[in-house]
């Protein structure tokens, strides 16, 4: 069995029960969701002229390996009405695959460990929540850890 942490963001209609719907696909398509953080609102990142996201991260057990997870990820934000336009935008529901097992994969349609999770606080709070001493498989380091180095400035808060 495969472990999987995603990350689900969603700043266009009901939010919350986006994630929800999420959640729900996800046990069907990809695997058993174990573990759920919290529900965390923080200001857009990137492009900040848009509505706040609400964005959770959750555990997954799955049979699926990574190129099979990143595909039904991409099936379950398409039926939910995902329409990727420009980097950034709005978007009614955003599932990234953050880390899958210790594996470290770069290929053209999916890297892990995401490039950007020591960057981002929205992403790193949630984690540190679930896993504080998960060790990131390339800099070793745990979440607390790059969390209390993270410089990201945007406040992210518990929903």
């Known amino acids: 069995m495969n472990k999987t942490y995603l990350l689900l963001g969603s700043n266009m209609g009901n939010s919350r029960l986006q994630l ?11 695997g058993k969701v174990t573990r759920q953080s919290s529900l ?5 990142w990137g492009n900040t002229n848009q509505p706040d996201f609400l964005n959770q991260v959750i555990v997954v057990e799955t049979k699926l390996a990574a190129a099979a997870t990143i595909d039904a990820v991409l099936f379950i934000e398409k039926s939910m009405g995902r329409i990727r336009t420009t980097k950034n ?5 955003d599932i990234d695959i953050l880390f899958f097992n210790k594996e470290i994969i770069a290929e053209k349609k999916l890297t892990v460990p995401h490039p950007e999770i020591e960057n981002r606080r929205f992403v790193l709070i949630p984690l540190n929540e679930l896993s504080p001493g998960f060790k990131h498989p390339i800099s070793h380091k745990t979440m607390h850890q790059l969390l209390q180095a993270c410089a ?5 808060k518990k929903f």
């Open 20 to 30: 929800q719907k999420a959640i729900k696909n996800i046990n069907q398509k990809v």
């Open 40 to 44: 965390y609102v923080t200001a857009a």
């Open 89 to 93: 935008a709005p978007r009614i529901i």
């Open 152 to 156: 990201d400035p945007l406040d992210v």
